[in-house]
């Protein structure tokens, strides 16, 4: 049977051309600094994203964790989106390798979010107190169905974060989506960050890898805590080269999102579920069940050759991809509403 794989752009395959690319990469040990490929990929992505200086870690999860390690010391508080990526999908990991304390606020990404960080969430001096630290932003936000945050919304948490000498590092692992939907330059977004990592592994079709990037004092510090962590891979150049040639699907982002856009239109208005069109601005689209648990439903559009995932109990996720095409979604959403026609 035909499989329509929606679950998550973390499953688009690595091209021929990368494959080839890969094959022929030239490679070093990269613990040492010596492989060529891996030091050319860190340099690009420093320049892509406007910092002095990058680091290539296995994972988006490993980037973000050494931003929060290299970015603070035990005991200090780390405010974050309450459906941020740090606080819900990574194993409590700040807490256990950083020993700081996650401090989820409510919408930290809108207007409303902004003006509260300020006077209830930034801890004032205090002997009672943990001191805040870092403000983790995430964009787009996964969670709330791939939403982006604006340079001026950016901005604001940015100016205020420093005013209260806090640091920002963004989780930016679908940051190129943000920058395609808003048609601006990603220097754009990460200009209002301390630290930014992103993923080469999502949309952008790498098979593995992640960046983290900031100022070079930063990077040289996170290096070691790479290390220190069992994040030093050798010849790596071998997965950087693939990562090179996703920096080149950036702009086609744009058709993840057209594909995202037609989904949620096809799906608008069938009966026992909800999309909401004006949140559907890159490349993930929610659908909110109205009866059907969100298990069964994906059990049912499963068995009919479309995967998806559960957002919660009565709300599912559809993520577009390179690897699916604007027919496959269009047979996708037909099964969909048979299903949910039943
Ligand atoms: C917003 C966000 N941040 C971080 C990650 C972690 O990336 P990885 O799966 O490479 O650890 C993900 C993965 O889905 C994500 O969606």
């Known amino acids: ?30 613990v040492y600094g010596e492989d060529p490929t891996v030091n050319r990929l860190e340099q690009l992505a420093a320049e892509l994203v406007g910092k002095e200086a990058a680091v290539f870690v296995p994972s988006g999860t490993m980037g973000n964790q050494l931003a929060i390690m290299t970015h603070c010391e035990r005991g200090v508080e780390v405010i974050c989106d309450r459906k941020s990526h740090i606080f819900n999908y990574e194993m409590a990991a700040a807490s256990v390798l950083s020993g700081v304390q996650l401090h989820p606020v409510d919408d930290l990404h809108n207007e409303k979010g902004i003006g509260t960080i300020m006077g209830d969430f930034i801890r004032p001096p205090s002997p009672f107190l943990p001191r805040t630290r870092l403000v983790c932003l995430e964009n787009t936000l996964n969670a709330d169905g ?5 340079p001026e919304q950016m901005a604001v948490v940015y100016r ?7 640091q920002v590092h963004l989780d930016g692992a679908r940051i190129f989506n943000a920058a395609v939907a808003l048609d601006c330059e990603v ?12 993923c080469l592994s999502k949309g952008l079709g790498a098979p593995v890898g992640s960046i983290l990037a900031g100022e070079k004092t930063f990077i040289e510090q996170a290096r070691r805590y790479r290390k220190l962590l069992g994040g030093g891979m050798r010849q790596a150049g071998i997965l950087a080269a693939a990562g090179i040639l996703a920096l080149n699907n ?24 909800k999309v909401d069109l004006e949140k559907v601005e890159t490349n993930i689209v929610l659908l909110d069940l109205k009866e059907l648990p969100a298990r069964q439903f994906l059990e049912l559009i499963g ?11 009565n709300t599912v996720r ?15 959403a037909e099964i969909i509403k048979a299903v949910l026609c039943q």
Not at 146 to 150: A, F, L, N
Not at 160 to 166: F, S, T
Not at 187 to 198: E, P, R
Not at 303 to 313: E, F, I, K, T
């Open 1 to 30: 049977m035909k499989v329509i794989d929606l679950r998550s752009d973390t499953v688009t395959k690595p091209s021929a051309a990368m494959r080839k690319a890969m094959m022929e990469a030239e490679v070093g040990d990269d």
């Open 146 to 150: 791939g939403t982006v945050m604006r």
């Open 160 to 166: 205020l974060a420093h005013e209260y000498g806090l």
């Open 187 to 198: 220097t754009d977004l990460t200009c209002y960050t301390d630290s930014v990592m992103f």
């Open 250 to 273: 950036i702009s086609s982002l744009s058709e993840d999102h057209q594909k995202a856009r037609a989904l949620a239109a096809a799906l608008s208005g069938v009966p026992g579920a």
């Open 303 to 313: 068995s009919n050759g479309v995967l998806a995932g559960a957002q919660s109990c």
């Open 318 to 332: 559809f993520v577009t991809h390179r690897d699916v095409t604007m027919d496959d979604i269009q047979e996708a």
